[in-house]
């Protein structure tokens, strides 16, 4: 995730009326610039749909989304560009790259983010709940799954996210559960807030909730996003359409359950997850670099 770095113009020192418009001048020129060497939200949205239509007419198309979406700027110098390193066959060396649960057991508390803290975190609880399936649709049983997301306003607890949003004291953000035997999963949070990026001009992230899924090994591991229906953000987002395939993207969107939501405490949404196969749950083009 991108942040937006303090403007050295607002923090200069001044003296008196006129040095305070000079600094404003400055900081509204230093905004100017910076928003002029951005790409346009069209510019963006157009690339975006060369892409999708070259993507539509390749015979062999593939669900997963290229390493260098152009769209998404950052991922041109992100991708590994370099072959995989093998292992050594040595039995003991799986132990090195096996799924580490944490410093301590997961615990029940571990999966509702919102009771981790003195006090009520603000903003909608929503009840998060799905499968863990195979590519014949067999449970996964005793999977960790771990999630991070953005408070309700869109700001992640993290140094690096500078955005001039409110954090939340009772809101971290950090979750993780087992699935039971049928593979199931749920967690009680907050819903997430948009976030603006510096991929290009006025660019909004749409809320999503992040997931990590450990399989029998390290190397088995997805990391991935889940996104909220109805999203008016998603058309304008680079990284939700790296995913070419709309069968594929639309994989990515949970599905509001009225079933699932709790009378006067939350909403339900469900969101199964597939591994593997023609189905597959597809990996984060944000986190997969």
Not at 2 to 10: N, Q
Not at 89 to 95: C, F, K, L, R
Not at 140 to 152: P, R, S, Y
Not at 218 to 245: A, E, K, W
């Amino acid at each position: 995730m991108t942040t937006t770095a303090p403007d050295p113009a607002a923090s200069t020192t001044t003296h008196g009326p006129a040095a305070s418009t000079a600094t404003h001048e400055q900081a509204t020129a230093h905004e100017q610039a910076a928003a002029t060497a951005l790409p346009t939200q069209r510019r963006i949205s157009a690339e975006i749909a060369a892409a999708h239509e070259a993507a539509g007419r390749d015979p062999v198309r593939s669900p997963h989304p290229p390493r260098d979406f152009a769209p998404y700027r950052s991922s041109a110098l992100r991708h590994p560009r370099l072959p995989p390193v093998r292992v050594p066959a040595d039995p003991e060396a799986a132990e090195l790259y096996g799924p580490v649960f944490g410093r301590t057991d997961v615990t029940d508390l571990d999966a509702d983010l919102t009771r981790q803290h003195t006090g009520e975190p603000l903003g909608e609880r929503i009840t998060v709940a799905g499968r863990v399936l195979d590519r014949a649709g067999r449970p996964v049983a005793g999977q960790l799954v771990e999630i991070w997301q953005a408070n309700a306003s869109g700001r992640y607890a993290h140094q690096r996210d500078q955005h001039p949003a409110p954090l939340d004291p009772h809101f971290t953000g950090v979750g993780r559960c087992l699935t039971d035997r049928q593979g199931a999963y749920r967690f009680t949070t907050v819903k997430p807030g948009a976030y603006p990026w510096r991929n290009h001009e006025n660019a909004w992230r749409p809320a999503h909730i992040h997931f990590s899924l450990f399989g029998t090994a390290f190397t088995q591991r997805l990391v991935t996003q889940m996104y909220f229906p109805g999203d008016p953000l998603f058309p304008y987002d680079p990284i939700l359409q790296s995913v070419t395939d709309p069968a594929a993207r639309e994989r990515l969107v949970a599905t509001y359950d009225h079933g699932l939501s709790t009378p006067e405490w939350s909403l339900g949404y469900r969101w199964d997850i597939v591994l593997d196969g023609p189905a597959a749950t597809l990996p984060d083009p944000e986190e997969d670099r």
